[in-house]
């Protein structure tokens, strides 16, 4: 079987050697999955779990920014999970990297109870009741909480995760009260919190949280993380994630 399709290509990550399967026009990862990995990886994990993978992206990255020694994932869509187990089997990973096709919603097939120390999440943003569920694609999907909610993310990790065990994920600063709260009904306690802005004096965009089960209470706020300086030319920081 070819490793990429017609309306694919395999774009080089520059990490590494490392690569990646993507849709020429469908949903293409984002610096968000990138600064989700870099968070993620000085927390020690003998096995992680990357909830709503898509093609992969953060497993593949977090196995070359972290010694964990099994890296795993689950995406619901079969067409992106293909590209998921292709891109795994393009780098040489499948060892290390080992994928599931099925709803998170259902993980517990797949997955044992108090199973991982670290969960990544790059979720759906978008609440749902915005998006028409008929007219479904990939960047819907990955874009709108059709098929899984903040919720399902939360409550499932408080499930797979180890006592203190850690759940980071990467969202949009207008949900970190739900964020918040939902961590708190499901015992999985705020320890990190950092914003994320284009640039000094706006906004943030993006923001990166950290929370630990069954952790005692304390809440950090580092400091914001800028992508580009004035000059609109990328920050010396966002340089050394993408180790540039």
Not at 33 to 44: F, G, P, S, T
Not at 80 to 109: H, P, Q, W, Y
Not at 218 to 235: H, S, V
């Amino acid at each position: 079987m070819d490793i990429i399709r017609e309306d694919e290509s395999i774009e080089d990550l520059q990490l590494g050697q490392l690569k990646i399967i993507q849709k020429k026009n469908g949903f293409r990862f984002g610096v968000d999955a990138v600064l989700l990995a870099n968070y993620a990886k000085d927390i020690r994990s003998a096995k992680t779990l990357d909830l709503c993978t898509g093609n992969a992206i953060v497993p593949v990255l977090m196995s070359h920014k972290t010694q964990t020694p099994l890296i795993c994932g689950i995406e619901i869509q079969k067409e992106v999970f293909s590209m998921a187990e292709r891109t795994v089997r393009l780098n040489g990973l499948s060892k290390r990297v080992r994928l599931n096709c099925g709803d998170i919603n259902d993980a517990e097939k797949f997955y044992k109870k108090r199973e991982f120390d670290v969960i990544t999440c790059n979720p759906p943003y978008i609440p749902c009741g915005t998006a028409v569920k008929n007219d479904l694609d990939t960047k819907v999907i990955a874009r709108h909480e059709v098929l899984c909610s903040l919720e399902d993310v939360i409550r499932v990790s408080a499930k797979l995760l180890k006592q203190q065990g850690h759940l980071v994920m990467v969202h949009r600063p207008s949900r970190l009260a739900d964020i918040i709260y939902l961590m708190r009904c499901y015992e999985i306690e705020p320890k990190r919190v950092r914003f994320v802005h284009n640039k000094i004096g706006t906004e943030p965009t993006l923001i990166l949280i950290d929370g630990m089960y069954k952790g005692g209470k304390e809440l950090r706020i580092a400091p914001p993380l800028y992508l580009f300086d004035e000059n609109g030319e990328e920050t010396e920081e966002l340089k050394r994630i993408y180790e540039r």
